[in-house]
């Protein structure tokens, strides 16, 4: 079965830092990659989509990459701030599939 | 914006009750989601539907049934919950316009369950 990996379970940066998350897959071709924040007792939102055919999407400080060769997805934030703190769920569909299937999900904290 | 309400933040109940469990989008979305979410385990999904009346079970169906009777609710009901049914419940809509892996899920803010 798919297995979804996101590289660690919480991340610390210093705030104006990049924040590089990374999530990993096997055992699957997913024809569409999403990325959600989350932040404490509450749902998840959604940030960014890329598909198969796209190297990179942007949106405003946050940029992902998507490479099929390797199997990841690469999430940045650039200019990190404090208010970035929360955890950063991926979540990979194939064209066909009936339902998304998400990481576990990294927790980012943004020390000021 | 699109909204998605769920009936209780917080509900604590005892083994072998029946649990209901409400989610209602204000959007018109075709597709409805209900998962779970345990420290480690990430979001699953218990059952979807993407239209009223119809229901396809998820990843972890057992235990759980669901219902949706009009396009904008969608329930979920534990018909003798557990203790290993303590857990966050989340239920989530989408347009349905693009293919499941195209859409953007809309969540609602939670039920945080304990079965005591």
Known sequence: SQKIEQNSEALNIQEGKTATLTCNYTNYSPAYLQWYRQDPGRGPVFLLLIRENEKEKRKERLKVTFD???????????????ADSATYLCALASGGANNLFFGTGTRLTVIP | DVKVTQSSRYLVKRTGEKVFLEC???????NMFWYRQDPGLGLRLIYFSYDVKMKEKGDIPEGYSVSREKKERFSLILESASTNQTSMYLCASSAGLAGFGA????FGPGTRLTVL
């Open chain 1, 68 to 82: 099929t060769t390797l199997k990841q997805s690469l999430f940045h934030i650039t200019a990190s701030q404090p």
């Open chain 2, 24 to 30: 209602v989008q204000d959007m018109d979305h075709e």
């Open chain 2, 103 to 106: 859409d953007t899920q809309y």
